[in-house]
T-cell receptor
Framework: AQKVTQAQTEISVVEKEDVTLDCVYE???????LFWYKQPPSGELVFLIR??????QNEISGRYSWNFQKSTSSFNFTITASQVVDSAVYFC????????????FGQGTRLTINP | GAGVSQSPRYKVAKRGQDVALRCDPI?????LFWYQQALGQGPEFLTY????????KSGLPSDRFFAERPEGSVSTLKIQRTQQEDSAVYLC?????????????FGPGTRLTVT
């Protein structure tokens, strides 16, 4: 079975602080894909990143960075110099590389950036 | 360009009523997914279509839930004899192909409240 755990239910920081959102996953597959989505108050899930299990290189996109550690089954997301517009619920998700195409989501982390 | 659209955005149903939720995927997208998101939770998979074929309906919670995509584009999720536990946001997503490396683009969701 596949499972994604986001242990942090809510995080609140002051603007310009760095913040890391944790994601731990479980799967018996040797190949799989990991995702992060952002859900602002409007409700629509916005795709942020996809990572193939073969590729353990960390990725940086502007103020966002992702740390994939296959040895600890973690795929953490860091926002540097946070801004109020980063306030949202963030979901980590897992998808098999073969078979079922569904996304398995964690419970989400609600991030609040205070001015 | 046009994204995934869903209608209605909000639906209030009395317990026992039937409801139909519509999803218009991005034009040309082969794959279509339905997810259910309870309050404060991550989305959970309901069903998956590739063109008009329903390839996975393992997430449908009961036989009261039925989905169709007869012409391979618009999809309808129908819930018969609604119950209070059906209250949730129903999200539709589409992707250009069915492979795991293709992002799923989500619509804004339909918030269903059963009273």
């Amino acid at each position: 079975a596949q499972k994604v755990t986001q242990a942090q239910t809510e995080i609140s920081v002051v603007e310009k602080e760095d913040v890391t959102l944790d994601c731990v996953y479980e799967t018996r597959d040797t190949t799989y894909y990991l995702f992060w989505y952002k859900q602002p108050p409007s409700g629509e899930l916005v795709f942020l990143i996809r990572r193939n299990s073969f590729d353990e290189q960390n990725e940086i996109s502007g103020r966002y960075s992702w740390n994939f550690q296959k040895s600890t089954s973690s795929f953490n997301f860091t926002i540097t110099a946070s801004q109020v517009v980063d306030s949202a619920v963030y979901f980590c998700a897992l998808r098999r590389s073969e078979g079922a195409q569904k996304l398995v989501f964690g419970q989400g982390t609600r991030l609040t950036i205070n001015p | 360009g046009a994204g995934v659209s869903q209608s209605p955005r909000y639906k209030v149903a009395k317990r026992g009523q039937d409801v139909a939720l519509r999803c218009d995927p991005i034009s040309g997208h082969v794959s279509l997914f339905w997810y259910q998101q309870a309050l404060g939770q991550g989305p959970e998979f309901l069903t998956y279509f590739q063109n008009e074929a329903q390839l996975d309906k393992s997430g449908l919670p009961s036989d009261r839930f039925f989905a169709e995509r007869p012409e391979g584009s618009v999809s309808t999720l129908k819930i018969q004899r609604t119950q209070q536990e059906d209250s949730a946001v129903y999200l539709c997503a589409s992707s250009i192909f069915g492979g795991p490396s293709y992002e799923q683009y989500f619509g804004p969701g339909t918030r269903l409240t059963v009273t």
